[in-house]
């Protein structure tokens, strides 16, 4: 019982003993050996920690807890201490989120910045929404079933709140909100949640881009979303043999084969699982929502056309689906990314709010779910109850992009880069070495400074640790002399230098 003869010293001013510690120690191991002989408790049940230890030294006497009477300063029986049954943590997330640490939060930095870097040659300024949004915001545009995706409560006030499984809804309503100067060009890159099943790249908690146009009714305003994209991808090494853009039109494609408004979004959820589900079910549901089996037919053979040439025999060249398209395909050669778009009738994607060209980015090898998408919706303002504004965005999820990365073999390296590590040669000088420290730091130089005493050769595999570009060393004689000694760790090179010359 060493941890227990060690820890009872602490008892004694507690309980004004007036008994020698050694008789006090056998009087309380002894009473633990009668409890383990009495109840038949497994040893590892009884607590000997000194944390326990320390309530047992709290103990009162019988007088003092309100119980029998007893002789004044008698020794109160000690409680038995049973360690509750804790269940052990799941130290992993929990299914469907991720940890950020260092390593893995630079790569997520970097990604981010080049997003936010494109955004600002594009001439877009960044906004952000609160993460947690009323529950009505999101079935409002996508319907009650939308529910059972969403990570949805009732707050202490008894409001209905969700997490919120997408940006778009939230800029709607601080467009609608602030009333702003149209037109606008906004992005944002924000943290969404969706209950949902998972797949490689598909998480339930996801980082997303967006970025919106409000108030361009033209072609121009999808063209310029597209450009921005195409630049995001040169910019982290993706190229258009890698990653291309399915477009496709909402205005006519469906409309056409007289699908009423009330059944126009369910249709385009089933069309969206085209190439998930097999196209006997994908007729199924068509029929099970109203549709009849001469429409479904013709609609999947109009679906099935990756030409814009022969859409236009189809339909027609009159329609404002072909014109609009015609036009975002003579832009794109105008912006330069001809190659990364290719006509696609059976993107129609899920969400209802869609009113015009829809376009979704995907991996040419098909291993990967669509890495990005968007498109025109015009009316999803009037939903909320504001004014019908033309309107265009894309969403762009961190997951899958990483995945490509990943699988392309060019996920960048990002080592953690400081460029002075200060270290003081004596504890006296370590005040010393925060003043050096706060010089550079106010000069806007990034510092390690060692807290605690070290020897040269922890400070130096430390430097390597960190990829410092210098130490600088405080010793006393060079101290003495208001200088520090500065090391190049790239050359070798040493010198000293005068504290107020230190760059």
């Known amino acids: 019982m060493p941890t227990i003869l060690s820890s009872l010293h602490i008892l004694q001013p507690r309980l004004s003993l007036h008994v020698k510690p050694l008789f006090l120690s ?47 300063g008698a020794l109160a029986a000690p409680p038995v201490v049973l360690e509750e049954a804790v269940q052990k943590i799941d130290f992993n997330p929990p299914k469907g989120t991720r940890d950020f640490p260092p390593e893995e939060m630079r790569l997520r930095n970097w990604l981010f910045n080049n997003c936010r870097e494109v ?18 915001l999101f079935i409002r545009k996508a319907g009650e079933e939308i529910r059972d995706q969403l990570y949805c409560f009732e707050d202490h006030g008894n409001r209905r709140v969700a997490l919120r499984p997408e940006l778009t809804p939230s800029l709607a309503r601080l467009v609608i909100q602030k009333l702003v100067s149209l037109p606008l060009k906004w992005s944002a890159v924000g943290q969404c949640w969706r209950y949902e099943r998972m797949t490689r790249g598909r998480r339930r908690e996801r980082y997303q881009w967006n970025m919106d146009i409000v108030g361009v009714p033209e072609v121009t305003a999808e063209a310029e979303l597209n450009s921005s994209i195409v630049t995001f991808f040169k910019r982290i090494g993706i ?9 496709s039109s909402r205005k006519e ?46 609609l999947l053979q109009v679906l099935s056309i990756k030409s814009l040439t022969k859409l236009e025999e189809v339909l027609g060249g009159a329609g404002e689906a072909v014109a609009d398209l015609k036009q975002l395909f003579s832009l794109a050669e105008r912006f330069g990314y001809s190659e990364w778009i290719q006509f696609d009738a059976s993107v129609v994607r899920g969400l209802a709010y869609y009113t015009g060209i829809i376009f979704e980015g995907f991996d040419r090898e098909g291993k990967l779910r669509a890495i990005c998408d968007g498109g025109r919706y015009d009316h999803l303002l ?21 995945e490509l990365l990943k699988e392309k073999g060019i996920i960048p390296e990002l080592s953690v880069q400081v460029e002075n590590i200060v270290c003081a040669l004596d504890h006296d000088l370590q005040g010393a070495a925060a003043k050096v420290a706060t010089l550079l730091r106010d000069k806007g130089q990034s510092v390690d400074l060692v807290l605690e005493n070290k020897p040269l050769k922890w400070v130096f595999k430390r430097a390597a640790r960190i990829n410092a570009q210098r130490l600088i060393l405080v010793g006393n004689t060079e101290w003495q002399k208001g200088m520090v000694g500065v090391k190049i760790l790239s050359t070798g090179e040493q010198y000293e230098v005068k504290l107020d010359e230190l760059d």
């Not at 009473?31 to 040893?43: E, G, M, T």
């Not at 069309?271 to 097999?278: A, F, G, L, R, Y």
């Open 26 to 72: 056998f009087t309380y191991v002894s009473y633990f050996s009668l409890l383990l002989r009495k109840f038949p408790l497994h040893r590892q049940s009884l607590s000997m920690k000194p944390r326990t230890l320390s309530s047992v030294a709290s103990a009162q006497s019988p007088t003092e807890n309100g119980g029998s009477s007893g002789r004044s």
């Open 119 to 136: 955004s600002r040659l594009y001439g877009f300024e960044e906004v952000d929404f609160p993460v947690l949004e009323s529950e009505a």
């Open 239 to 247: 190229t258009a043999s890698d990653v291309g853009f399915k477009v």
């Open 253 to 298: 494609v469906l409309r056409c084969y007289s699908i009423s408004e009330n059944l126009f979004g369910k249709v385009c959820i089933i069309i969206d699982k085209i190439e998930k589900i097999p196209l006997d079910e994908i007729k199924k549901d068509l029929k099970s929502v109203g549709m009849s089996e001469e429409a479904i037919e013709e």
């Open 382 to 402: 009037s939903t909320f109850g504001g004014d019908d504004i033309p309107a265009c965005g894309f969403g762009f999820g961190d997951a899958v992009i990483v």
